[in-house]
């Protein structure tokens, strides 16, 4: 019978059967179901040929989860997709849409960096969050941003589909970050790097879909506004995973309360990591942001590429990064976060570069090596909910988002600027990759260890699990 795994039920059974020698033929079979709403049809196939095997597989979670964790994994991946496809719509319909409306780089560039300052929607989502618990803001905040976003498909203009962006990117962003945190304070010791770098499949699963549909455009000026009313179908399952997500065990073990008790020279030690990991969050975005949201200008004015063009390149040079991102995840919870996101950070920005210089053959080649070996920083992710308490993790956690959207626009307004004065974004991106290389630099320097360390341990104030 089940011990332990992500199953709710499971059992193991041996029929043995006298053979006329004298010997017995011994019969092992196996009757399960997996804890894992929606995702069970992907894992199906993988975990009966691992229990055929008898053996990890190798896709496995280092550290195995129990039938919870999968549970939560499971739920918090559905939704993950769904904030993957809002947090995309913008980055790929914005040159569609600054065509319709007639306006250039320029504005464009201003647009996206104003629509960062929907971060400020994200900081009251995740400061309820730490008081009122992860559950209820999050299915309220996906369900807000699928609304807010599908207003994009009614702009009469550019300044309106910023502004209902403004909103939309903000809860989304609230999404993430509570995501991330339910994650880590459900997930085992050694299976937090693993279990957020599935969750980032998983929201680049929804940002794939939006690039799905992305050929609308081609079939009318106006077509880009399809891909916000798409999301509008996410809106029956999110109420589905409300009704079988429950509240992370953490927060409830380390409900707020006026008796509540920091333990001595915590606010020091958090205010210290906060200023560290904000850093780097702002140097990696100053370039991180732009080389992501001007991709399709670039390809579109630069290199002539149709929306069905961008849609074929973004999915031929992204798709592979699914194995680094999924690397980053293992190698992070069993060989260390830093060195991991270090490789990342440096190899990654260096093609990257070298993409927006490239055309032809070269610019494909580039660009998936640079995406690949920049998915390796998804190690950095982690060390956000790692290294707060449960009292203040969400908001932390906001805060250094906040910071990390702050680079993103400056990098936006830089980048889109030196593109329109330079007439190149090669140039504009060699500049703004000053910012990651210190960010390695701060990372190697300064950043904890963490891999395989409990949370309690790493913040000695929380109350520890039963």
Partial sequence: MLDHGPFTDYERTLTVVPAPDGRHRITESFTYRLALPVWWVVFALPVRLGLQHRRNPWWAPPHRLDARAARVMALLACVQVVDGYLGTVISQTITFAADE????????????????????????????????????????????????????????????????????????????????????????????????????LSAALGAGMAVWVLPVADLHEAGWRIVYVVPLLSLLGLAAVGRRLPESRRFTANAPSPAADEAPGRTGIEGRRLLLLAAVAFLFLVFAAPASQFQNDFLKDHRGF???????????????????????????????????????????????????????????????????????????????????????????????????????????????????????????????????????????????????VELEDLNPGDARLG
């Fill in 101 to 200: 409306f007639d306006r250039g780089d320029t504005a464009q560039g201003v647009t996206l960096a104003v629509i960062r300052l929907g971060v400020l929607v994200a900081l009251g989502v995740v400061f309820l969050a730490d008081r009122k618990g992860r559950r209820r803001l999050l299915l309220a905040t996906a369900t807000a941003a699928v609304l807010c976003t599908s207003l994009g498909a009614l702009s009469p203009g550019l300044w309106f589909l910023g502004g209902s962006q403004l909103v939309a990117r903000g809860l989304t962003t609230g999404m993430g970050i509570l995501i991330g945190v339910y994650a880590a304070e459900e997930l085992p010791r050694g299976s937090r790097a693993w279990g957020l770098s599935v969750l980032a």
């Fill in 306 to 452: 149709t929306a069905s063009g961008i849609t074929l390149y973004t999915i031929l040079t992204t798709t592979p990064a699914g194995v680094g991102i999924f690397l980053a995840g293992r190698l992070a919870d069993t060989r260390g976060r830093r060195g991991v996101a270090t490789v990342g950070l440096l190899g990654g920005t260096t093609f990257l570069v070298l993409s927006y210089h490239a055309s032809g053959v070269a610019m494909w080649g580039t660009h998936l090596v640079g995406v690949v070996v920049g998915s390796l920083t998804v190690a950095m992710g982690v060390y956000g909910p790692e290294l707060f308490s449960t009292r203040h993790r969400a908001r932390a956690n906001g805060l250094i988002v906040t910071l990390g959207v702050a680079g993103s626009a400056s990098g936006l307004l830089l980048v889109g600027v030196l593109a329109d004065r330079l007439g190149s974004y090669g140039h504009a991106f060699s500049i703004a990759a000053i910012g990651p290389v210190l960010a390695a630099v701060l990372v190697l320097w300064r950043f904890p260890e963490t891999a395989g």
